[in-house]
């Protein structure tokens, strides 16, 4: 199995900005992807980005001009930086780890966190 470490989650203020980090340790020979979903009170759960390991990257319209996703084959990390982040940036915010080339297949998922929280005050 897959398991997944997050940090960086926190406040900020808006226009502010924050990095997530996640790590994935055990079975990651498994892994072709990993990427972040969040999902805020009352919303269904969404798309924020995800990269494969050869670099080819998806991104949520939303946040596609303030977000950045990358990732350290070796250390089996991903990251997640957030600029200019907007009080409906808010959520919780999910890393996955996929066996598939793409996170949007979610069938393939192996693995989610635990979730960290992002809260964006206006």
């Known amino acids: 199995q897959v398991q997944l470490a997050e940090s960086g989650g926190g406040l900020v203020q808006a226009g502010g900005s924050l990095r997530l980090s996640c790590e994935a340790s055990?079975?990651?020979?498994?892994?072709?992807?990993m990427g972040w979903y969040r999902q805020a009170p009352g919303k269904q759960r969404e798309l924020v980005a995800g990269?494969?390991?050869?670099?080819?990257?998806d991104y949520a319209d939303s946040v596609k001009d303030r977000f950045t996703i990358s990732i350290d084959n070796a250390k089996n990390t991903v990251y997640l930086q957030m600029n200019s982040l907007k009080p409906e940036d808010t959520a919780v915010y999910y890393c996955?780890?996929?066996?598939?080339?793409?996170?949007?297949?979610?069938?393939?998922?192996?693995?989610w966190g635990q979730g960290t929280q992002v809260t964006v005050s206006s």
């Open positions: 055990g079975s990651i020979f498994s892994i072709a992807a």
């Open positions: 990269i494969a390991r050869g670099g080819t990257t």
């Open positions: 996955v780890a996929s066996r598939g080339i793409r996170v949007t297949t979610i069938s393939l998922i192996a693995s």
